[in-house]
């Protein structure tokens, strides 16, 4: 079974910078795009950036727009959360996805994904 192990995650002050990584525990897994969503206390999972990797696009949300960056090694299935400028707003659990279906839908809903990590918590203290 493959797992999806994220780290990065801690306590940081409003105006800090973290970087989240992700990585496969098997390589045999073929994806076609990686993600990463966020989910705070009482409020739905969300996305947060998306890469794929047959065209090297990358997608975010509006809100972390400008302040984060995604980038991965698909050989590797391994992804990256640059994460600058942080806000108290942007503590959550954050959770790294990949898709091994093609066409699998919109890089923006979970749906899309088949395989989740377990999250690392990331505390922006104000």
């Known amino acids: 079974q493959v797992q999806l192990v994220e780290s990065g995650g801690g306590l940081v002050q409003a105006g800090g910078s973290l970087r989240l990584s992700c990585a496969a525990s098997r390589r045999t897994l073929r994806s076609y795009a990686m993600g990463w969503f966020r989910q705070a206390p009482g409020k739905e999972r969300e996305f947060v950036a998306a890469?794929?990797?047959?065209?090297?696009?990358?997608y975010y949300a509006d809100s972390v727009k400008g302040r984060f960056t995604i980038s991965g090694d698909n050989a590797k299935n391994g992804v990256y959360l640059q994460m600058n400028s942080l806000k108290p707003e942007d503590t959550a659990v954050y959770y790294c996805?990949?898709?091994?279906?093609?066409?699998?839908?919109?890089?923006?809903?979970?749906?899309?994904?088949?395989?989740w990590g377990q999250g690392t918590q990331v505390t922006v203290s104000s």
């Open positions: 996805a990949a898709d091994s279906r093609p066409y699998s839908g919109s890089y923006y809903y979970t749906s899309k994904y088949d395989y």
């Open positions: 890469i794929s990797w047959s065209s090297s696009s990358t």
